[in-house]
């Protein structure tokens, strides 16, 4: 047994490589440490779906290099461990699966960018967490966080509470001390729902600032990959690492000038609130009863943000907001015929797999109708998908009318009132950040009154990572919200963290 158990739970990157530093811990101390708490604790939680086999190795691996190595001259996440959402492509004894048996040994051409670009920093691939199947794009009525190989994931604070998706398994392992950082996946809401749900940060990012490149894909437009961390400094670590060019996401070349000089630590700043101004959408957001938990919370956090030298703009509308919330209408339209176009050429391109395109899943599903839980779980969003015929003129008016809905709305609202933030609970804005591909970050906010954690989210227009980032950590260290999870084992049907529900929590 480790003798690190006290000093490992709930450290950060910095705590750890100090550790390192000062010989008080070892990389395979780390990682056997995070194994042991899998064994322990992944029968409950369903957080995993699989573990590196050569993570051992690889720690002590990286133990010898940093024996021989001068202090401070190793990459920024040297000797760190790191769990993938199961969507994100390693080349080695990993599967890459999206959770679903389909897939199951399948090969893949190549690490996908952002992983080429955590081990050029030092990351320790520890494995893959769990997720909703196919990031909740197979089934409309599948819970969160369920996947045919990885089962149902729990919420570490009360088990029988939703994790919120798709990337529940990233944060439901960081959350519950199952490893050190992880990284998930967003469309709309995958990586702000679960975070504010297991009482986690979460970035993501601007589309095109990380690299898509060999992660299973839903739209080109949407999908970005960002870190899932207990702390805003952990996950801008992570961040640091996987921001920049990716010759194999044309995405990325765009992206190029958003990236400060110097990243992003630079920005962590406790007294980053300062002068900012921060947007505040009462309608439909902040519409819960008047004495609930998170009325009295979020006023209290108003305060604090005006203490700590925030100017609240409140009142604010955004103009066609209810053209944009019931996301399942012409986002959805769009995100069908680009799933099956972007999915048919991320299965084209593997080495080798039982399935080629969308046709060969749906087919599979029902042939293997017990495994993948169909009668169950359903695969009408793949039904729907399979049915396009790429982007015609129907889509191509959905997609011009969704860009307008951004600028007329969220980016006009933003500009108009000169705001650097819209502060937003949960992820209930993680449609409005969506369809224009613009950056949101989410924080521990508070517990309502079962235990279930519940988070606030800072969002800005594109590239403005930086000032997010100010905003989130100067938040943070003025409230200091997250505390460990507590297992409870359930909470009573009138929750009211499900009361205050915009129906946008089932992140894609």
């Not at 030092?122 to 990885?150: M, Q, V």
Request: net charge negative; charged share 20%; with cysteine.
């Amino acid at each position: 047994m480790i003798s690190y158990e006290f000093s490992i739970k709930e450290a950060t990157i910095k705590d750890i490589k100090q550790a390192f530093q000062q010989n008080q811990l070892t990389s395979r101390q780390l990682v056997e440490f995070y194994l042991q708490e899998i064994t322990r604790l992944n029968p409950v939680l369903n957080a995993v779906i699989e573990i590196n086999p050569d993570a051992v190795y690889q720690a002590e691996a990286a133990d010898e290099e940093r024996k021989a190595k001068v202090p401070g001259s190793l990459p920024s996440l040297h000797g760190i461990p790191i769990l993938l959402k199961d969507s994100i492509a390693t080349k080695d004894k990993l599967n890459t699966t999206s959770g679903s048996f389909a897939l199951l040994g399948s090969v893949v051409p190549r690490d996908a960018g952002v992983v080429k670009k955590l081990r050029e920093a030092g990351a320790i691939i520890l494995g893959k967490a769990s997720l909703s199947e196919w990031s909740n794009f197979r089934s409309s009525n599948a819970p969160n966080g369920w996947s045919a190989r990885g089962g149902q994931g729990k919420n570490p604070y009360v088990l029988s509470a939703d994790p919120l998706g798709s990337s529940s398994g990233s944060a439901i392992s960081v959350a519950a001390n199952l490893v050190a950082v992880s990284l998930g996946t967003e469309t709309d809401g995958s990586i702000l729902s679960p975070a504010s749900s297991n009482s986690v940060v979460g970035i993501k990012p601007t589309v095109g600032l990380t690299s898509r490149a060999g992660v299973i894909p839903i739209s080109p437009r949407q999908d970005t990959i960002g870190p899932i961390c207990r702390t805003v400094s952990d996950a801008v670590y992570v961040l640091n690492a996987i921001v920049g060019l990716d010759d194999n996401d044309e995405a990325t070349s765009k992206a190029l000038d958003y990236i400060p000089s110097g990243g992003y630590g630079q920005f962590l700043n406790p007294n980053g609130l300062q002068e900012k101004r921060l947007g505040i959408v009462r309608y439909p957001f902040f519409e819960f009863a008047k004495e609930s938990v998170l009325t009295q919370t979020f006023e209290s956090h108003f305060q604090t943000l005006r203490e700590q030298g925030a100017i609240l703009v409140d009142n604010l509308e955004i103009a066609n907001v209810n053209d944009i919330i019931p996301r399942w209408s012409d986002e959805q339209t769009a995100l069908a015929a680009e799933f099956k176009l972007s999915l048919n050429a991320y299965l084209e391109e593997l080495v080798s797999s039982p399935v080629r395109s969308l046709a060969d899943v749906i087919a599979y599903n029902q042939k293997f109708t017990d495994l993948e839980k169909i009668n169950e779980y359903h695969h009408d969003m793949f039904l729907l998908a399979e049915a396009t015929n790429g982007i015609g003129d129907n889509e191509k008016a959905i997609l011009a009318n969704l860009e307008k809905l951004s600028e007329d709305g969220f980016e006009k609202l933003m500009r108009e009132n000169k705001l650097d933030a819209l502060v937003t609970p949960d992820s209930c804005a993680a449609s409005v950040l969506a369809i224009g591909g613009f950056p949101g970050i989410s924080v521990p906010a508070g517990y309502d009154s079962e235990g279930v954690p519940f988070g606030i989210c800072f969002g800005g227009l594109k590239g403005t990572e930086a000032k997010l980032i100010e905003i989130a950590y100067g938040f943070e260290q003025a409230t200091k919200i997250r505390k460990p999870p507590s297992f409870k084992p359930g909470k009573s049907e009138a929750n009211s963290k499900e009361s205050h529900s915009l129906g946008n929590d089932q992140g894609i």
